[in-house]
């Protein structure tokens, strides 16, 4: 079959009847493609599990497992293998899975750009982000921009797609992933500390690593209490208090039932109003920075720019140029 390109070239008509036939082939097989089931495709794909591709979708195993089957069955194609364990795409499934997700990226950047109105900034971030940072200072970014209006979009992984008018990503990394599509600014270094109610005994500030670990630990998804321990070679039990996001360790810390380990950046508004007190620092360098990232092609549009000086400016940063 000859490449998608060709379709727009009649300079030579003598492969025309070969074309219009090429054309019946795919037609048809599009026409059997339910959008829906790609979705469910591309979660399945990228958990490597249908039972989390059902939670994400908030529909049974079954559903995910019966639609695949569908897929499958339309394509005349096995795209996973099935494991007891979870799912594996075969070959043919993983170069069409990339094919999808970049055919959804499309879709959704194109549709978050048609329904968007021009003065409504939506920010890609993550839960405890919108929590600890963010909403600290809504209420200055709202008295400074009255026409403008912020939206999130909560992720747990960074956006794969590219960014469209009027969107902006902010997330924490090793290394910035390249997207020659966006403008990149890295915005600080995470720079860990352990902080506490002030209300808890502790013997003073900063306390050291044996006395860090003996009292109640509250961690998060990122599983730093673990890797201080482990790097310790701590003997005892310490007492570890587990949730999946940084926000709720900060809010038990708040509540006085431990000790959590949080970026500076989070905890600032925190720390000024006297709910936490840091009570150690890392002495390492935690090599993981903050990144802000935009469009290129929607740059010079002023809410978006000015959203962008905003964000810059909270982190004593001024825009490039």
């Not at 997700?101 to 919108?130: N, Q, V, Y």
């Not at 979009?153 to 902006?168: A, V, Y």
């Not at 002030?198 to 009292?215: E, K, Q, Y």
């Amino acid at each position: 079959m000859p490449p998608i390109a060709d379709a727009g070239r009649f300079d030579k008509a003598a492969n025309l009847p070969e074309l219009l036939e090429n054309l019946t082939l795919v037609v048809p097989m599009m026409e059997k493609v339910n959008l829906n089931a790609l979705r469910v495709f591309a979660l399945a794909a990228r958990h490597g599990s249908f039972q989390r591709a059902a939670e994400a979708l908030h529909i049974s195993h079954g559903a995910v497992s019966q639609r695949i089957k569908q897929l499958e069955s339309d394509l005349g194609v096995v795209l996973f293998d099935r494991k007891p364990r979870g799912v594996v795409l075969t070959p043919r499934g993983k170069s069409y899975h990339a094919a999808v997700e970049e055919a959804l990226a499309t879709l959704s950047a194109a549709t978050a750009e048609l329904t968007r109105p021009a003065r409504r900034i939506t920010l890609h971030i993550g839960s405890s982000f919108a929590a600890k940072w963010l909403m600290p200072r809504m209420k200055g970014f709202n008295a400074r921009f009255p026409e403008m209006s912020l939206a999130t979009e909560i992720h747990d992984t960074p956006l794969e797609r590219s960014l469209g008018r009027n969107e902006i990503a902010l997330w924490p990394a090793r290394t910035p992933g390249h997207n020659p599509a966006h403008h990149l600014r890295r915005l600080c270094e995470l720079r860990l500390v352990a902080v506490c109610s002030p209300d808890i005994h502790r013997p003073g500030a900063p306390v050291d690593t044996d006395t860090l670990l003996s009292f109640p630990l509250l961690q998060d998804a990122h599983r730093r209490w673990d890797r201080l321990i482990g790097e310790t070679g701590s003997r005892g039990a310490p007492t570890v208090l587990n949730f999946d996001r940084s926000a709720l360790a900060l809010d038990a810390a708040i509540h006085g039932h431990g000790v959590a380990i949080a970026p500076t950046f989070m905890i600032e508004p925190d720390l000024r109003a006297g709910r936490l007190v840091e009570i150690w620092h890392s002495p390492e360098a935690s090599g993981e920075y903050l990144f802000l990232s935009w469009a290129r092609q929607y740059a010079h549009e002023r809410p978006l720019k000015r959203t962008v000086t905003w964000i810059l400016s909270e982190f004593g940063l001024e825009p490039e140029g």
